[in-house]
């Protein structure tokens, strides 16, 4: 069994990063990184800082849905300052660097479901909640909640087999965490400092999408829509095309694939 001390040092030891994780706010225990995360930002904590949590106990991921952070897995939120051009991309940015870090790091495939899911044989092994304030035209602070499944024993949690799976439970082995937060950092910022030079993020993202060409249903609000995720607009929005041949433009939602 692999065992990793998550201390800010050995995180931040030859970390080859600029500005994330520089600093790091380590917790045994949290109800949710993404709150403290928001709180030390209000408070000017620099761009780059990151919570990290050994577990959640108040885990949440997108449509307020509860996220699982048991020990062994990775809880933890990055800081960030962005433009306003720059807000809509973050969702681009933490699920390519989470891809990244996965590939890299245990050798797995894994594919991004339309907004930010991250899967591995079609089931969810990472989820990402960016959160955000927004005064008028510019952005105070946006926060990315990144809860990666690495080390979870599955029959631990029956609820969410038929949904979720772990690093450890596809390769049979654990992995190391510390690895996959060091790796996962470095991946964030260089795609972070590449969306002012263009539309390779954006690029990227489209073309790992599983959900594209597919029969899909989305919830968005109260609504519901049926047809197929043709593609997806620079700014993340699904453009879906309906049975009655209009194109619909998603902004947020969740996706089911249809068989």
Known sequence: MIENS????????????????????????????????????????PEGSVVLAEEQTAGRGRIKRTWLSPRGSIALSIILRPGPDELSSLIMVASLATVHCIEKVSGLKAQIKWPNDVLINDKKVCGILIESDVKGSS????????????????????EITPTATSLSHELGRDVSRLDIIRCLLVETERLYLALPSGDSVYQEWRDRLVTLGKKVQVSSGESTYHGIAESVASDGSLLLRQPDGGLTKIVAGDVTLRQ
């Open 6 to 45: 998550l201390s800010p040092a050995a995180i931040t030891d030859n970390l080859e990063t600029s500005f994330i994780g520089r600093k790091i706010i380590y917790y045994p225990s949290l109800p949710s990184t993404n709150d403290v995360a928001k709180l030390k930002a209000r408070e000017g904590a």
């Open 139 to 158: 952005v105070d602070y946006a926060v990315i909640g990144i809860g990666i499944n690495v080390n979870l024993k599955l029959s631990s949690f029956p």
